[in-house]
């Protein structure tokens, strides 16, 4: 015991001097140690990517240096760039065009007709074929719904155009109902029907594959839950359904919206004549032959700009709208 009382402890003194920082440039370095860690652990991940994004520099970004053209006069010879300053020529003269209004407003027409039809379809043949039984009847419907999707857009136009011909299929049973033979493409009145119909028959059993999907990550003990608190089923597919599958909505309908302008052109090109102009040519046609066919770049290039500059703003409000609402967007 004396010897333990005449121990005595040294304890070591405390540094109440702070700690120097770490190097400004450490976690640059840190960083860049992670990097080339990833890069050497899962190089043959990364190596999938090179193609993608050499398509995306060559096919997308670079091209984007043309629009510069939508400011200068380019003749062809010339500059790549154009060949003097012009401003907003360009710009003020599709502005100032009657056509070029006459186009957009049917670029409109049709955007909204598509968003409006083609958009809520896909979701109602997903909720009915989730309440269906038979797995057979099902993956019937669900095959003959979206064969159409995988078609070439040609054979498309071209089976449009035999159905709605003077002895087409169309007129031949309205004929047997005792009517009279119509030129449905020789009308402007009928193209939008007949564009809007073909863009339901090809595009909606596509995507009902997407929604059939989502629907697969909604919990069932909701539904159990709902039941025994005497819920019928259109209580269920409102209050769980439809919820659950609202960020695959929301996304889907932002996409559609930033494609909004941008009308089918093989289709709306391969359908439309000299005769339907008044209601069949949107913008992308127009620019096609403004652009192309008359070899007006500069002026072709303008109207492309401002199409695309529509699309960024549709794009970006409403993602803005839908984050804000609903929760669900894309970034």
């Known amino acids: 015991m004396a010897q333990a009382a005449g121990m005595v402890t040294t304890v070591p003194p405390i540094d109440d001097a702070p700690s120097s920082p770490p190097p400004r440039d450490e976690p640059r370095r840190r960083t860049r140690t992670t990097w080339r860690q990833a890069l050497r652990k899962d190089w043959r991940l990364y190596s999938f990517v090179v193609l993608p994004v050499l398509f995306f520099l060559i096919f997308k970004y670079v091209p984007m240096i043309g629009n510069v ?119 402007p009145d009928w193209f939008r029907s007949i564009y809007v119909s073909s863009e339901v028959w090809q595009t909606v059993g596509w995507g009902t594959i997407l929604y059939l999907a989502a629907l697969t990550t909604v919990d069932d003990q909701l539904y159990e839950a709902a039941r025994i608190d005497g819920a019928n089923r ?23 919206i ?6 089918g052109f093989e289709k709306v090109l391969l359908l439309q004549n000299p005769l339907i102009y008044s209601t069949a040519d949107v913008i992308s046609t127009y620019l096609y032959r403004v652009g192309i066919q008359s070899a007006q770049f500069s002026y072709g290039t303008a109207i492309g700009l401002f199409e695309a500059l529509i699309g960024l703003v549709l794009v970006l409000t409403a993602n803005f709208v839908s984050r804000r609402t609903v929760g669900a967007s894309l970034w």
């Open 69 to 187: 053209i939508a400011f200068r006069r380019f003749r062809p010879g010339g500059s790549p760039l154009g060949d003097e300053w012009v401003g907003f020529y360009y710009f003020d003269m599709f502005i100032h065009n009657q056509q070029f209004w006459q186009v957009f407003g049917n670029t409109v027409i049709l955007g909204l007709l598509t968003l409006v039809i083609c958009f809520p379809l896909p979701i109602v043949l997903a909720l009915m074929l989730n309440e269906l039984r038979s797995r057979r009847f099902k993956k019937i419907v669900q095959t003959i719904s979206y064969l159409p999707h995988f078609m070439s857009i040609v054979i498309v136009a071209g089976l449009v155009l035999q159905l709605t011909a003077v002895s087409g299929t169309v007129n031949q049973v309205v004929e047997a109902f005792g009517g009279d033979a119509i030129a449905f493409m020789q009308q």
């Open 234 to 256: 259109w209580q269920q597919t409102w209050h769980i359904t439809l919820p659950g599958i609202r960020p695959t909505m929301m996304v889907l309908l932002i996409l559609n």
């Open 258 to 263: 930033g494609s909004f302008m941008a009308v």
